[in-house]
């Protein structure tokens, strides 16, 4: 069954080859046998003709197209399911690249995605054991990815941010983006001149120092992760570029994620106890992180990953990924009833992706080992005393808060209690259910009491001689007993009827 899953995908086109993808990253809501499958989809997509790109690029400039740019190649970069790209060069001499959307993808993408919400609310009504893996909230999550990708004035405003994040780092390259000539259909940014790393050439240039590419690209994701709480969401080989001088460029920004303080310091956390292989600690980070919930055991949460990772420990890349161990121990998050956000399984799939890298440049590639050797450095990011300074400036502040509305809330509380017209509501779950038991058990009685009556009677007349007999007894006698009778098995047909 994953197999045909996987298989119907590929033939339904580039909205639903998207949507595996994206389940492939989410083994919290998929079984691990579809994941192993939909992690095989790939964009499987012919390239549009320039003509078409070209008609494309005259209804968002008109005709000024040829006197914005000098000249654009005709053959295609590349060929994805929702773009395609072409270098160029703009009338003012520079490389660009441009990133052109295909034609009636987006009304595609909206006919598909009508049918996926029918298809999750059909499964969520008539197949209630698929609600535990949320269907409508994955289309919904899904919908939000392809909306932010689908619209380029939004990757330009990413590619903005992280040109700011990495102003000062003269090592790592974020392409410049032409604002006035990118559209919501149409982003130009410059053009790298490096070799992305998905190409074998790329570390074998004059002067490349594969273990310093291999730092310096760490080093920026993590202080991505860790101080900006911006990162690269889709960081795989063909985004990641060498440079000359060991410098790094990173391109395709459209799907990135975002962390707060808290989810970045649990982040931290978590590969702080994988390191010292305390899976309580990791446990009560996957809790804390997590929308609340009575139903987790955490000591038997603790169990359960440890007997996943535990076998792991120490091996290097070599002989595991520590992202796919991640995302699978999110899985064993999700059987106990664990909602893991969103940020952090995009955060576990770049580990994959990193790893991925990783391995191209050096076969024993150690994620955890590398990234702890910057544990003083996002230690200061996140307990120096400018971190400090200002979290117990936001701590007075909420405390100043807090402490001028208590006498108006406390005040307000008071006259509300001695209204006498207030009345303190008790709700209590399943209330409904002990009604109907006391209300079934009331009637049940008062049965019994009719039915003791009518036999007793019954009886003290029988003893009493009369002259209209039926059945040998006393005609009352008679009649008070066949109403026990009938009152009788009313009344076991109450007991037996389930409500």
Same mark, same amino acid.
């Given at each position: 069954?994953p197999?045909?899953?996987?298989?119907?995908f590929?033939?339904?086109?580039?909205?639903?080859?998207?949507?595996?993808q994206?389940?492939?990253?989410r083994?919290?809501l998929?079984p691990?046998e579809?994941?192993?499958?939909?992690?095989k989809?790939?964009?499987?997509?012919?390239?549009?003709?320039?003509?078409?790109?070209?008609?494309?690029?005259r209804e968002?400039?008109?005709?000024?197209l040829?006197?914005?740019?000098?000249?654009?190649d005709?053959?295609p970069?590349g060929?994805a399911?929702?773009?395609?790209?072409?270098?160029?060069?703009?009338?003012?001499g520079?490389?660009?690249?441009?990133?052109?959307?295909?034609?009636?993808?987006?009304?595609?993408?909206?006919?598909?995605l009508?049918?996926l919400?029918?298809?999750a609310?059909l499964?969520v009504?008539?197949?209630?054991?698929?609600?535990?893996y949320?269907?409508v909230?994955?289309?919904?999550?899904?919908?939000?990815?392809l909306?932010?990708?689908?619209?380029?004035v939004?990757e330009?405003?990413?590619?903005r941010r992280?040109q700011?994040?990495?102003?000062?780092?003269?090592?790592i390259?974020?392409?410049?983006v032409?604002l006035?000539?990118t559209?919501?259909?149409v982003?130009?940014?410059e053009a790298?001149?490096?070799?992305?790393?998905?190409?074998?050439s790329?570390?074998?240039?004059?002067?490349i120092?594969?273990?310093?590419?291999?730092?310096r690209?760490l080093?920026?994701?993590?202080k991505?992760?860790?101080?900006d709480?911006l990162?690269?969401?889709?960081?795989?080989?063909?985004?990641?570029?060498?440079?000359p001088?060991n410098?790094?460029?990173?391109?395709?920004?459209?799907?990135?994620g975002?962390?707060?303080?808290?989810t970045?310091?649990s982040?931290a #956390?978590? !590969?702080?106890a %994988?390191?010292r292989?305390?899976?309580e600690? $990791?446990?009560?980070?996957?809790?804390?992180l997590?929308? +609340?919930?009575?139903?987790?055991?955490?000591?038997?949460?603790?169990?359960?990953?440890?007997e996943?990772?535990?076998?792991?420990?120490?091996l290097t890349?070599?002989?595991?990924?520590?992202?796919?161990?991640l995302?699978?121990?999110?899985?064993?998050?999700?059987r106990?009833?664990?909602h893991?956000?969103?940020?952090?399984?995009?955060?576990?799939k770049?580990?994959v992706?990193?790893e991925?890298?990783?391995?191209?440049i050096?076969?024993?590639?150690?994620?955890l080992?590398?990234?702890?050797?910057?544990?003083?450095?996002?230690?200061k990011?996140?307990?120096?005393?400018?971190?400090?300074?200002?979290?117990m400036s936001?701590?007075?502040?909420?405390?100043? #808060?807090? !402490?001028?509305? %208590?006498?108006r809330?406390?005040?307000f509380? $008071?006259?509300?209690?001695?209204?006498?017209?207030?009345? +303190?509501?008790l709700?209590?779950?399943?209330i409904?259910?002990?009604?109907r038991?006391?209300?079934?058990?009331?009637?049940?009685l008062?049965?019994?009491?009719?039915i003791?009556?009518?036999i007793?009677?019954?009886?003290?007349?029988?003893?009493h001689?009369?002259?209209n007999?039926i059945?040998?007894?006393?005609?009352?006698?008679?009649?008070?007993y066949a109403?026990?009778?009938m009152?009788?098995?009313?009344?076991?047909l109450?007991y037996i009827?389930?409500?």
């Open positions: 069954m197999e045909r899953m996987r298989m119907s590929e033939e339904l086109g580039p909205t639903f080859v998207k949507l595996g994206l389940l492939a990253t083994p919290d998929v691990e579809y994941v192993a499958e939909f992690e989809l790939h964009d499987r997509v012919q390239s549009i003709s320039f003509e078409t790109v070209e008609a494309v690029l968002e400039f008109g005709n000024t040829y006197q914005k740019f000098e000249s654009i005709k053959e970069l060929s399911s929702i773009a395609q790209v072409h270098r160029a060069r703009l009338s003012t520079e490389d660009v690249v441009i990133k052109v959307q295909r034609p009636g993808i987006i009304q595609t993408i909206n006919d598909d009508n049918v919400y029918l298809l609310e499964l009504t008539y197949i209630p054991e698929t609600r535990s949320n269907p909230g994955i289309v919904d999550e899904y919908f939000r990815t909306e932010l990708e689908t619209n380029f939004v330009a405003n990413n590619i992280f700011g994040n990495f102003a000062g780092d003269e090592n390259k974020i392409p410049k032409y006035d000539l559209t919501e259909r982003l130009v940014m790298l001149p490096g070799v992305p790393l998905s190409q074998e790329s570390l074998l240039q004059a002067g120092n594969p273990e310093e590419v291999i730092r690209g080093k920026a994701y993590l991505m992760v860790f101080h709480g990162f690269h969401g889709d960081l795989h080989a063909g985004n990641f570029f060498v440079l001088e410098k790094i460029g990173l391109i395709d920004f459209g799907v990135v975002r962390l707060n303080s808290r970045q310091a982040i #956390n978590m !590969l702080l %994988l390191s292989e305390d899976y600690r $990791l446990a009560y980070e996957y809790v804390d997590a929308p +609340f919930t009575d139903r987790v055991n955490v000591d038997i949460f603790a169990k359960d990953l440890r996943l990772i535990a076998p792991y420990f120490g890349l070599k002989n595991v990924n520590l992202g796919k161990v995302m699978r121990s999110s899985g064993i998050a999700a106990h009833h664990i893991v956000p969103t940020d952090l399984m995009l955060f576990f770049s580990i992706a990193i991925g890298m990783g391995r191209k050096h076969k024993d590639f150690d994620f080992q590398y990234s702890l050797e910057f544990a003083g450095e996002l230690a990011t996140h307990f120096g005393p400018d971190k400090l300074i200002n979290e936001q701590m007075a502040r909420e405390s100043k #808060n807090f !402490l001028n509305s %208590l006498p809330q406390l005040n509380f $008071l006259r509300k209690v001695n209204s006498p017209d207030h009345a +303190f509501r709700h209590v779950g399943e409904k259910e002990l009604k038991s006391v209300e079934s058990s009331s009637n049940l008062f049965l019994a009491v009719i003791a009556a009518l007793l009677s019954s009886s003290f007349i029988f003893v001689p009369t002259e007999h059945m040998g007894m006393p005609t009352m006698s008679f009649v008070g109403i026990a009778v009152l009788g098995m009313l009344a076991f109450n009827r389930k409500p």
